[in-house]
């Protein structure tokens, strides 16, 4: 027997390594990895006579074309007394370049690392004074019925877990909290060490907010406005800043100074960014004039468009996906009363986001299957963009699903701005 740790012979790699060969150690592998990397137990293969006659030559005895049992201590026994001076194990690691995986022992360690992460959370909620809080084994019941954590893995979630702990003895354990409000990035400072640490995006702002749901009474968060929401049940500040809704001729009533500003800025041709900080602090009562239809569409190229053609009736812009600006403007108005359409794109994302918004009590605004049918039906070649995404239904619409489904194209609010456009012009002549 000739040793040799740096790696296979060329001469006996190549003879393993035909492709007839892969069924055997597919089935090897897979066994091995069962097996606690273990060479026992038997593998069934089929193989081709190319195969069958290598693995006589390897093994020693003949093999048929055909399914063949194989005894894994025998291919370990002759690969160890070959030029590879190695079992089983090493030879497929080898010839695969990668590691055979002891999956049993990989689910032990597991089932151990979780149950650690769940001790962990014991002792904090423990440490924190919360360990009796009524709410503490509903959350916990949730988290492990929900698998929030599974994903992130077991030590991101162990240190999300006890984060959001630290935050909560700072919001809920009355000794600590004494009505303090918290602006979130301090918040997340204290209990994370970043600024950002309890941002929407974060593994420990999800889990911090569903235990104050349950702690507070309230549903889980599920959208941004119902987490800005609950951070302000628990006294602390969200970001009221940074995002915006853009208004166009927007012209609230009243002798306020700020219904005053926008009425002026709109006389001036003006684009406003309006912040969740304004519209929590300085609404009006009265947004428009009776029966005045706002709309409301996806993207600023329609706005941009608007302005250029100088239209004259409010038109808001969401930019996408609405931020909690939006989304507080649209409930304003909603709530006022005043009559709001909602246009966005034609395409699985576009449509999700309508759903959204036609929920906050917007109606849709050519938003059918026949306004889709007939702006798809002017598609030409360089604007015939496939669809992409996971379907997402249309419930003000059923048909406008199965629509998109059938053609597979995606339409742009762009692509029918001569329409919506219209539709200004239209709402400017029965304002006047």
Same mark, same amino acid.
């Given at each position: 027997?000739?040793?040799?740790?740096?790696?296979?012979?060329?001469?006996?790699?190549?003879?393993?390594?035909?492709?007839?060969?892969?069924?055997?150690?597919?089935?090897?592998?897979?066994?091995?990895?069962?097996?606690?990397?273990?060479?026992?137990?038997?593998?069934?293969?089929?193989?081709?006579?190319?195969?069958?006659?290598?693995?006589?030559?390897?093994?020693?005895?003949?093999?048929?074309?055909?399914?063949?049992?194989?005894?894994?201590?025998?291919?370990?026994?002759?690969?160890?007394?070959?030029?590879?001076?190695?079992?089983?194990?090493?030879?497929?690691?080898?010839?695969?370049?990668?590691?055979?995986?002891?999956?049993?022992?990989?689910?032990?360690?597991?089932?151990?690392?979780?149950?650690?992460?769940?001790?962990?959370?014991?002792?904090?909620?423990?440490?924190?004074?919360?360990?009796?809080?009524?709410?503490?084994?509903?959350?916990?019941?949730?988290?492990?019925?929900?698998?929030?954590?599974?994903?992130?893995?077991?030590?991101? /979630?162990?240190?999300?877990?006890?984060? $959001?702990?630290?935050? @909560?003895? +700072?919001?809920?354990? %009355? #000794? &600590?909290?004494?009505? *303090?409000?918290?602006?979130?990035?301090?918040?997340?400072?204290?209990?994370?060490?970043?600024?950002?640490?309890?941002?929407?995006?974060?593994?420990?702002?999800?889990?911090?907010?569903?235990?104050?749901?349950?702690?507070?009474?309230?549903?889980?968060?599920?959208?941004?406005?119902?987490?800005?929401?609950?951070?302000?049940?628990?006294?602390?500040?969200?970001?009221?800043?940074?995002?915006?809704?853009?208004?166009?001729?927007?012209?609230?009533?009243?002798?306020?100074?700020?219904?005053?500003?926008?009425?002026?800025?709109?006389?001036?041709?003006?684009?406003?960014?309006?912040?969740?900080?304004?519209?929590?602090?300085?609404?009006?009562?009265?947004?428009?004039?009776?029966?005045?239809?706002?709309?409301?569409?996806?993207?600023?190229?329609?706005?941009? /468009?608007?302005?250029?053609?100088?239209? $004259?009736?409010?038109? @808001?812009? +969401?930019?996408?996906? %609405? #931020? &909690?600006?939006?989304? *507080?403007?649209?409930?304003?108005?909603?709530?006022?009363?005043?009559?709001?359409?909602?246009?966005?794109?034609?395409?699985?994302?576009?449509?999700?986001?309508?759903?959204?918004?036609?929920?906050?009590?917007?109606?849709?605004?050519?938003?059918?299957?026949?306004?889709?049918?007939?702006?798809?039906?002017?598609?030409?070649?360089?604007?015939?963009?496939?669809?992409?995404?996971?379907?997402?239904?249309?419930?003000?619409?059923?048909?406008?699903?199965?629509?998109?489904?059938?053609?597979?194209?995606?339409?742009?609010?762009?692509?029918?701005?001569?329409?919506?456009?219209?539709?200004?012009?239209?709402?400017?002549?029965?304002?006047?």
């Amino acid at each position: 027997m000739t040793g040799n740790p740096t790696g296979l012979p060329p001469s006996l790699r190549a003879y393993l390594s035909i492709a007839s060969l892969d069924p055997v150690w597919t089935a090897a592998r897979a066994r091995l990895e069962r097996n606690g990397r273990q060479p026992t137990g038997t593998i069934t293969a089929v193989v081709d006579d190319v195969a069958a006659d290598h693995l006589s030559g390897l093994l020693g005895r003949p093999v048929a074309a055909g399914a063949t049992r194989i005894k894994l201590a025998d291919l370990d026994t002759v690969l160890r007394t070959s030029k590879a001076g190695r079992g089983i194990v090493s030879v497929l690691e080898d010839l695969q370049g990668r590691p055979v995986i002891d999956r049993r022992a990989l689910r032990d360690q597991s089932q151990i690392e979780w149950a650690e992460v769940w001790q962990r959370l014991d002792a904090a909620l423990y440490d924190a004074g919360l360990a009796g809080a009524p709410w503490a084994p509903k959350w916990i019941a949730d988290l492990r019925r929900t698998g929030i954590l599974t994903r992130a893995g077991a030590h991101a /979630a162990g240190q999300a877990l006890e984060q $959001a702990v630290a935050g @909560l003895a +700072l919001l809920l354990v %009355p #000794a &600590s909290s004494s009505g *303090r409000a918290w602006e979130l990035a301090a918040l997340a400072s204290q209990v994370t060490g970043t600024a950002h640490g309890l941002d929407d995006t974060t593994l420990a702002s999800s889990v911090l907010l569903r235990a104050a749901a349950f702690a507070v009474d309230r549903p889980v968060p599920e959208s941004a406005a119902d987490r800005r929401e609950l951070w302000g049940v628990l006294n602390v500040h969200t970001d009221m800043l940074s995002g915006t809704v853009l208004t166009w001729q927007l012209r609230p009533l009243g002798d306020d100074g700020w219904s005053r500003m926008l009425r002026e800025r709109a006389q001036l041709g003006l684009v406003t960014h309006l912040t969740l900080h304004e519209l929590a602090v300085a609404a009006p009562a009265s947004w428009s004039e009776p029966g005045q239809v706002v709309s409301v569409c996806e993207n600023p190229q329609v706005m941009q /468009a608007a302005v250029r053609a100088s239209t $004259a009736t409010p038109l @808001l812009c +969401l930019s996408g996906n %609405p #931020a &909690s600006a939006g989304t *507080r403007l649209l409930r304003h108005l909603v709530t006022a009363g005043i009559p709001v359409r909602y246009h966005g794109d034609f395409d699985w994302p576009g449509v999700a986001i309508a759903g959204r918004v036609l929920q906050q009590g917007a109606l849709p605004w050519r938003m059918a299957a026949n306004d889709y049918l007939a702006a798809v039906a002017g598609l030409d070649g360089s604007h015939a963009v496939p669809l992409a995404g996971r379907p997402a239904p249309t419930p003000w619409d059923p048909p406008l699903a199965a629509a998109m489904s059938k053609h597979g194209l995606a339409v742009h609010e762009e692509f029918v701005l001569a329409d919506l456009l219209a539709d200004l012009w239209a709402d400017d002549a029965v304002a006047r």
